[in-house]
């Protein structure tokens, strides 16, 4: 299987990842994790009138209940981390584009 090397473009396995890449991703991954989920923790409490259930484990909760907070985190913060990453792919290998044709 094709290695991931920079901004998600793939690449024989001999090419090495761009460890700078992988510092930036991972820092817009935590960014996008932590705001996703205040925004959607924020839009539940507006939309359904209660603070997210602590777990959804929790048997005070009903499981409709559980499963709607599990879809609704789990989807959100699933498509915020493919778009934040996407851009940031595309900005990234913009740079690199630029800074090649510079040298």
Do not use: C, N
């Not at 460890?19 to 991972?26: A, L, Y």
């Not at 705001?35 to 484990?57: E, I, M, N």
Request: charged letters at 20%.
């Amino acid at each position: 299987m094709a290695e991931i090397t920079h901004a998600g473009h793939e690449s024989g396995a001999a090419e090495k990842p761009d460890m700078t890449w992988k510092i930036v991703g991972g820092l817009v991954g935590l960014s996008v994790g932590f705001a996703s989920r205040k925004v959607l923790t924020f839009a539940w409490q507006k939309t359904t009138g209660k603070k997210p259930p602590a777990s959804a484990d929790s048997l005070e909760i009903s499981l409709g209940e559980a499963i709607a907070y599990a879809v609704v985190m789990g989807l959100g913060m699933e498509v915020a981390r493919i778009v934040a990453m996407r851009a940031a792919a595309k900005k990234w290998h913009s740079w690199k584009s630029e800074a090649e044709t510079k040298l």
